[in-house]
């Protein structure tokens, strides 16, 4: 090993501080484009919550990190200073860029002196990689008294799994590997006198330090596989515990067919750190919905959030504060590129905000959407189960080439939920807390999400094992693509499901490109039509439709250049409305939008014949030669001069909707864009974001 490593090594056995310590695996392959090895790109900050009057010693804290393209070389590593002294540090590096640049990892420092009740600053650079110490090893652990069970009493039965025996017969490849820290994830059916149980199975997450007596512990327990005969609901007693105490309790629980429930806690000293990362670098990785970067979360409103999330009491099956009945119409703070709960958390770093969204995060397993396939031991797979279905007859779900049927078992008792879930009203519960906390649970939730959005149509819509998503409503394509992009651009590099869903992006691009892209005769409007998009009296609901516009953006933002001329094409559609010859900008926002001869059957040529027809429909063609945005508009609409119809104080309302759409368009760069941006910035009513920011996205620079 290194010098570098090797001191990391001793140290993190001995405690001291690394003089040199470059930690880390890095980059791998490609040929990232020159970067400055030990300059500053970002900083966290790392807070004490422990509420200790003096300085704390040797602390451990592990989070995640995305990087801008180049940052960290194809080759190199991230290290870490705290005022120009370094510190070890553990880089598990997950994804790279197309350059082999790094793109996500899991980091893990060792701060020397972390001030009680204060905090530090670390400093993140790139640097020459070297070799890793030796890892921190399951034997370690097991050296101690540690144990983490679930217990569960079911039909006069009694169950469970053991952490501890798992890991004594663990083999395979670690989360976390290295000399600060090791993770591994272990699985079994919980099993009783009579043998296993055939659906519910246990995985732990564990994660040890160097030197500390203590271990990280995530608890799932799951309900899911897809193919095992007998699926239904089971009402059982559960407990979790340690060697050292009781955990967690819950007497009748009912486990929902399809869900899964998680409990994480500590097994020994909880280090009680939380990290603050830098917010600017963190919307200038493209990884994250470009929110406005002067936008400050209002207290009060955080405040709220506290308090609206200390009302979900959190237990297996919980949902924190997810709406149970997802299809639900109306705005609602969990619709929009990021639900509100996460955008104040990422727009604050406070604490509070992180609680809700890592709690609504964490039941975001509650849902009926997870299949898992019993002999990969990941989401099923549509390469596998082409036919595979929610929807349609029996038939639809056999292989006619095959003639095997990929139909799910039929349901052996109860097999309701409280929990709807639905891809049009569909919140972003857990990329963002995956992408800052590096948890696997947050990430196979997020790939459990994703392919629930391709399965449950009927395999003909879908294209089979294309997963296409075009068969929904507009706003179900766009949160539908808006998810797995996510999926594909996080996933680890070494994860077979990286390329299953980087494959299905290209497939449903590659549909909007041969349906919209290659044909001359496309409607000139840049609107979606297929699906459930354009209505019987011709019009289309122009927020749906910017949803979809904002979600194409983001494939681009994240790196998916093939989807930039499908935002070229769907920016005309905001971008007409704004600044279009004969369209008054005030109605962009409108509810619904006329946008078909329904006589003729074809659509309309120019944004001016649809704005002619727009009118008509909602009894304004008097407004036709009015003054657009003046006082003879505004009286007869019953707003304020140059007010947007569609309840533009509301952070929910459709000007608010189409704000991230006309973000897209600034980026695409199609002519018209940034002056349709600055019409939109000069209305004279505007929502305060402070108090709900999902849709305060704004332009890159």
Not at 686 to 691: E, G, N, R
């Amino acid at each position: 090993m290194t010098t570098a490593f090797a001191a990391l090594a001793f140290l993190a056995a001995c405690g001291g501080t690394d003089p040199a310590g470059t930690g880390g695996t890095g980059g791998t392959g490609g040929t990232g484009g020159p970067s400055p090895l030990g300059e500053t790109f970002t900083k966290v900050v790392v807070v004490d919550r422990s509420g200790a009057a003096s300085d704390r010693q040797d602390v451990r804290v592990t989070f995640a990190q995305p990087f801008v393209v180049g940052d960290v070389p194809a080759g190199a590593t991230v290290a870490a200073r705290i005022e120009g002294v370094e510190v070890p540090l553990q880089v598990d590096a997950k994804a790279t860029h197309a350059d082999g640049s790094l793109r996500h990892a899991v980091l893990t420092a060792r701060i020397p002196t972390l001030p009680g009740s204060g905090s530090t600053t670390l400093e993140l650079y790139p640097a020459e990689a070297g070799e890793n110490g030796a890892s921190v090893a399951a034997s370690d652990l097991l050296a101690t008294t540690f144990d983490a069970k679930v217990s569960v009493d079911l039909a006069g039965a009694h169950y469970e799994a053991s952490a501890r025996s798992l890991l004594e017969a663990k083999e395979g490849p670690a989360w976390l590997d290295g000399p600060l820290v090791s993770e591994w994830s272990v699985v079994a059916p919980v099993a009783g006198p009579d043998g296993a149980h055939p659906h519910l199975t246990a995985r732990f997450d564990v994660r040890a330090y160097a030197g500390k007596p203590s271990a990280f512990v995530s608890v799932t327990v799951e309900n899911d596989w897809a193919y095992e005969p007998n699926p239904q609901n089971f009402t059982y007693d559960l407990a979790i515990d340690t060697d050292e105490a009781s955990i967690s309790t819950k007497s009748g629980l009912v486990h929902l067919r399809r869900a899964r429930w998680r409990k994480a806690f500590w097994w020994g000293e909880d280090p009680k750190v939380d990290v603050q990362h830098d917010i600017p670098y963190l919307l200038s990785t493209g990884a994250v919905p470009h929110f406005d970067p002067t936008l400050v979360p209002a207290e009060a409103a955080l405040a709220n959030i506290d308090a609206q999330y200390g009302e979900k009491v959190y237990e297996p099956m919980g949902i924190g504060l997810a709406n149970p009945y997802m299809p639900a119409t109306g705005g609602r703070p969990d619709i929009g590129p990021m639900p509100g709960w996460s955008a104040m958390w990422l727009l604050s770093m406070d604490e509070r905000a992180k609680r809700a969204t890592l709690g609504t995060a964490d039941g975001a397993g509650s849902w009926p959407i997870h299949f898992r396939d019993k002999e990969t031991d990941r989401p099923v797979s549509l390469e596998d189960h082409a036919y595979m279905t929610l929807l349609g007859n029996p038939g639809d779900a056999v292989n006619p080439e095959t003639g095997v049927s990929d139909a799910f078992p039929a349901c052996a008792g109860d097999c309701t939920s409280p929990f709807d879930p639905d891809s049009a009203h569909q919140p972003s519960f857990v990329y963002l807390p995956y992408l800052l906390t590096g948890d696997r649970y947050y990430l196979e939730e997020l790939q459990f999400w994703a392919n629930f959005n391709m399965l449950q149509s009927n395999p003909g819509y879908r294209g089979q094992e294309k997963g296409l998503v075009q068969f929904d409503q507009t706003r179900g394509q766009a949160w539908s693509l808006r998810t797995l992009g996510q999926a594909a651009y996080i996933t680890p590099d070494a994860d077979p499901m990286k390329k299953y869903f980087t494959d299905r992006v290209g497939y449903n691009l590659d549909w909007y490109k041969t349906t919209y892209l290659d044909h001359a005769d496309a409607n000139a409007l840049g609107i979606i039509t297929n699906g459930y998009s354009v209505y019987d009296d011709g019009t289309v609901a122009p927020w749906m439709d910017d949803f979809f516009t904002w979600s194409v953006g983001h494939l681009v933002s994240l790196g998916f250049e093939d989807a930039r001329p499908l935002l070229d094409y769907k920016a005309k559609f905001p971008v007409g409305r704004m600044v279009g010859p004969d369209f008054c900008w005030i109605f962009a926002s409108v509810y619904h939008m006329r946008v078909k001869d329904t006589a003729q059957g074809t659509f309309y040529p120019t944004f001016a014949e649809a704005y002619k027809a727009t009118l008509a429909l909602e009894g304004q063609s008097a407004l036709e030669s009015a003054s657009c945005g003046g006082a003879e508009m505004a009286a007869a609409l019953m707003l304020q001069e140059g007010e947007m119809v569609g309840y533009s104080p509301s952070t929910e309302g459709y000007p608010s909707n189409l704000q991230p759409a006309l973000a897209a368009a600034v980026e695409s760069k199609i002519p018209g864009a940034k002056e349709a941006w600055d019409q939109f910035m000069a209305r004279s009513v505007k929502p305060d974001y402070s108090t709900e920011p999902q849709f305060a996205v704004v332009p890159r620079p």
